[in-house]
């Protein structure tokens, strides 16, 4: 698959961020069976920049470490069919969704669990891909389990999986 990953930054230094996203992304739809080109715009920000988005579109007040805006409601674990989404005429490519990452926020949990910021920035675009794939953790019990699982079995595909 040709995946193309738009990036846009409002925060210097993002440029190793975006390479290594440029690999994580179209790995973690190849990991989910995504049976066509998707195009997946991400913005990386700080947690000022994060927050003033997820107050705008979620109407929350703070910070967080990823935000995700899927374009199509798709069911987790299951790979989509072309006939769920519809691809840009002008392109061919399925526009998948956005992410938003807060690199602030990254550097500072990499830090706190101890795997640093690269583990940490691919670990949440790893996350994000999976929201936009239609997974969701908002209970504690098997969805989130689920998705936690993926997560960890993309990343040790990657060699980013936990020491």
Do not use: W
């Amino acid at each position: 698959m040709n995946h193309e990953i738009l990036i846009d930054t409002e925060v210097e230094g993002a440029e190793p961020c975006a390479e290594l996203l440029r690999k994580v992304i179209p790995a973690a739809l190849e990991a989910e069976g995504v049976p066509f080109s998707c195009e997946v715009d991400v913005l990386f920000t700080d947690d000022a920049g994060i927050r003033a988005i997820n107050l705008e579109q979620r109407g929350i007040n703070a910070p967080t470490d990823v935000l995700s805006f899927p374009m199509f409601q798709l069911t987790p674990g299951v790979p989509p069919a072309p006939e769920e989404v519809e691809a840009d005429p002008g392109t061919g490519l399925v526009p998948l969704g956005d992410m938003v990452i807060s690199l602030e926020r990254a550097r500072a949990q990499g830090e706190e669990y101890g795997h640093g910021p690269r583990r940490e920035t691919a670990y949440l675009a790893v996350h994000s891909v999976l929201h936009l794939l239609g997974y969701d953790h908002l209970d504690e019990g098997p969805m989130k389990a689920q998705m936690r699982a993926r997560e960890e079995a993309i990343l040790a595909r990657l060699g980013l999986g936990r020491e």
